[in-house]
C-alpha cells in the first residue's frame, strides 16, 4: 500500500526532516522540537489517514478476509467467506458472505514483488487486490490469470488511447 499510494507522502515527510535537521545543525538547537513533532504527531495522524482512505476500500478489504479470486474472460470474480468454528467438531467452517464481480476494464498497470502481484484498480472502486505467487497450486493457473490480467490491460491501455489521441503526447 505504501509503495502503490504513499511515495508522495514519504518524499514530503523526507524533505521536511532533512530540512529540520539541516536546521537544527546550522541554526538553532530549538528545531529539533519541530522534528519530534513531525515524527511524533503529524507522521502518524497522515499514516491514519492514509491507511482509513486507501486501506479500508471496499476492493483493498477483499485482501483481509478469506476469499477466492476466479479469473474470468472480462472481469476477476471474488468470493469473500466468513469463518466459523464447528461446535462439533472444533474445525473451521466457511460461508459465503458476498460476490463482487471486478471487471478487468477498471485495472491499472499492475505492480510486481518478489512474491506477488498488486493489481491496483482506478475509477469509482479504487484500492487494489494484493496476489500472491504462492495462492495458485501450479504454475499454470499462475500463467492463466497473468495472461488474461495483461491482455486485459493492454486493451483497455488502446481504449483509452483511442478515445482520446491527447493522452499519447
Not at 41 to 49: D, E, N, S, W
Amino acid at each position: 500500500m505504501l509503495r502503490l499510494y504513499g511515495m508522495p507522502w514519504i518524499t514530503a515527510f523526507s524533505v521536511l526532516l532533512v530540512s529540520s535537521v539541516a536546521l537544527i545543525l546550522f541554526d538553532d538547537l530549538k528545531w529539533a522540537v519541530v522534528t519530534f513533532m513531525i515524527v511524533c504527531i503529524a507522521a502518524p495522524i497522515v499514516m491514519a489517514f492514509f491507511y482509513i482512505y486507501h486501506g479500508m476500500r471496499p476492493v483493498t478489504v477483499i485482501n483481509t478476509l478469506p476469499h477466492t479470486l476466479r479469473f474470468d474472460k472480462d472481469a476477476i470474480i471474488a468470493t469473500l467467506f466468513s469463518e466459523s468454528k464447528n461446535e462439533n467438531t472444533g474445525e473451521p467452517e466457511y460461508s459465503e458472505l458476498s460476490r463482487r464481480r471486478l471487471p478487468y476494464s477498471e485495472l491499472e498497470k499492475y505492480k510486481t514483488g518478489l512474491t506477488s502481484i498488486l493489481l491496483p484498480f482506478r475509477g469509482g472502486e479504487k484500492g487494489f487486490i494484493w496476489l500472491p505467487v504462492s495462492a495458485f497450486e501450479n504454475k499454470d493457473g499462475f500463467d492463466m490469470a497473468m495472461n488474461r490480467i495483461i491482455s486485459a490491460i493492454r486493451e483497455n491501455h488502446k481504449n483509452i488511447y483511442h478515445e482520446n489521441p491527447q493522452r499519447e503526447q
